[in-house]
């Protein structure tokens, strides 16, 4: 079961690449926002239909969360945004390795610090220099696409 979690997660992460793109070249026709919604309606759409042939849970539970717990959907919302804001102007792999070195870093402190009841993993310095090569990785990617943005140029 765990092969299948990770090709998921790998067909996951290809479809999240080529939802950038096509997004990021789409909002520049429609917008931004508008993108972002259609986005979010599509998905609504779909989901609703899964629930009703598929679901097995209670969508009523939503409303007995804690508040706080809400707040996923908004950051849903916002890196959907942000994503569609930044690859017509960064490119989509400097724009999925930044999301990537953000959930590194927000996931690390998460783990040391063990927030949202998660397990304490605490910061070593395997975990530092992962995140410093990361951060090194980003700024060679961004130099690259901006330094091939100028040859195009010209």
């Known amino acids: 079961m765990g092969i299948f979690m990770i090709l998921f ?10 939802q950038s793109s096509i997004n990021g070249t789409f909002s ?3 917008g931004t926002i508008e993108t972002t919604l259609l986005t979010f309606l ?9 629930i009703i042939f598929f679901g097995s849970g209670n969508v009523l539970a939503l409303l ?6 809400l707040s996923a959907a908004f950051l849903g919302t916002m890196y959907l945004l942000l994503t569609v804001m930044t690859v017509p102007r960064i490119g989509v792999i400097a724009t999925t390795i930044a999301a990537i070195a953000g959930q590194l870093v927000i996931g690390v402190i998460i783990d040391h610090f063990g927030w949202f009841n998660s ?6 310095i395997k975990r530092a220099f992962a995140l410093l090569f990361m951060l090194i990785s980003l700024y060679f990617i961004y130099k690259g696409n901006k330094h091939s943005s100028e040859e195009s140029t010209v």
């Open 9 to 18: 997660t790998l067909i996951g992460g290809i479809t999240l690449s080529a």
């Open 28 to 30: 520049r026709k429609a």
């Open 42 to 50: 599509t998905g609504t759409m779909f989901l609703t239909i899964f």
């Open 64 to 69: 007995g969360v804690p508040k706080w717990q």
């Open 119 to 124: 397990l304490i993993i605490e910061l070593d």
